[in-house]
């Protein structure tokens, strides 16, 4: 299906802050989901993460990305955080005290993330393509 649309590249979300897992977060997960992405499409396949909570953390998702064949990873989704109004009540809802904060609240913890990446990128020789996005556009 995705040859009859004439789709240049797929980019995986692994990491929406809307859901309560994020799946970015779990390496094995990670690569099984890209490779299944991979083996099933004949484009370039990227994969959208949020921030690691540690550098091994990151480098072990970093590196089950590329094992799993995505040519790119791009970062960061939107980060969870507890949003509340004026009077300090859910924005959302009770039902919904977290949702995804992107742009300049989080500029400097996306700007982490590209040269954490980067780093694992070229300490591990991994090749992948680094796409810088939510906090850092």
């Known amino acids: ?28 997960f990670v690569q099984r989901a890209v490779a299944a992405v991979c083996a099933c499409v004949n484009v370039p396949v990227t994969v959208k993460v949020g921030a690691y909570e540690t550098d091994e953390q990151a480098r072990n998702a970093v590196c089950a990305i590329a094992r799993g064949g995505a040519r790119g990873i791009s970062g960061t989704n939107a ?47 991994l090749g992948l393509t680094i796409l810088g996005g939510g906090g850092v556009t």
Do not use: Y
């Open 79 to 125: 980060l969870p955080a507890t949003i509340v109004n004026e009077q300090g009540k859910a924005f959302f809802g009770a039902a919904r005290m977290t949702a995804g904060v992107s742009g300049a609240p989080i500029f400097t913890r996306a700007l982490a993330w590209i040269k954490q990446v980067a780093t694992i990128n070229a300490q591990e020789k």
């Open 1 to 28: 299906r995705v040859a009859e649309i004439s789709v240049h590249a797929i980019e995986i979300n692994l990491s929406c802050s809307n859901v309560k897992k994020l799946l970015h977060l779990d390496a094995d």
